[in-house]
């Protein structure tokens, strides 16, 4: 059974930062990909970031390119969400997500096999 919790959510300043961490268990970590999506309220739930089992490969959603790093640490089962420059529109609940795919998690939803519970991010204006 694969668990996923995350955490390091909170309230920031625009401007600000925060890093969102999620340990995993349940299988061979490095055997898979991992991946952040995040809900804002009345939105649907929207890919944001995803990295290889190895770490080499890392892929971001437009939105975010340039302001979020997403990396990880095989010996730790963790995966990381570095979130700099946040500003309103980043307010959200994170998840973090896994698949099926050594490469990356796919961008839609439907592609994600396991979430955690998710982590509450608010950036005030």
């Known amino acids: 059974q694969v668990q996923l919790v995350e955490s390091g959510g909170g309230l920031v300043q625009a401007g600000g930062s925060l890093r969102l961490s999620c340990a995993a268990s349940?299988?061979?970590?490095?055997?898979?990909?991992m991946g952040w999506f995040r809900q804002a309220p009345g939105k649907d739930r929207e890919f944001v970031a995803t990295?290889?089992?190895?770490?080499?490969?890392?892929n971001y959603a437009d939105s975010v390119k340039g302001r979020f790093t997403i990396s990880r640490d095989n010996a730790k089962n963790t995966v990381s969400l570095q979130m700099n420059s946040l500003n309103s529109e980043d307010t959200a609940v994170y998840y973090c997500?896994?698949?099926?795919?050594?490469?990356?998690?796919?961008?839609?939803?439907?592609?994600?096999?396991?979430w955690g519970q998710g982590t509450q991010v608010t950036v005030s204006s």
């Open positions: 349940g299988r061979t970590f490095s055997m898979y990909a």
């Open positions: 997500a896994t698949g099926r795919s050594m490469l990356r998690v796919g961008s839609a939803p439907r592609d994600v096999d396991y």
């Open positions: 990295i290889s089992g190895s770490g080499g490969t890392r």
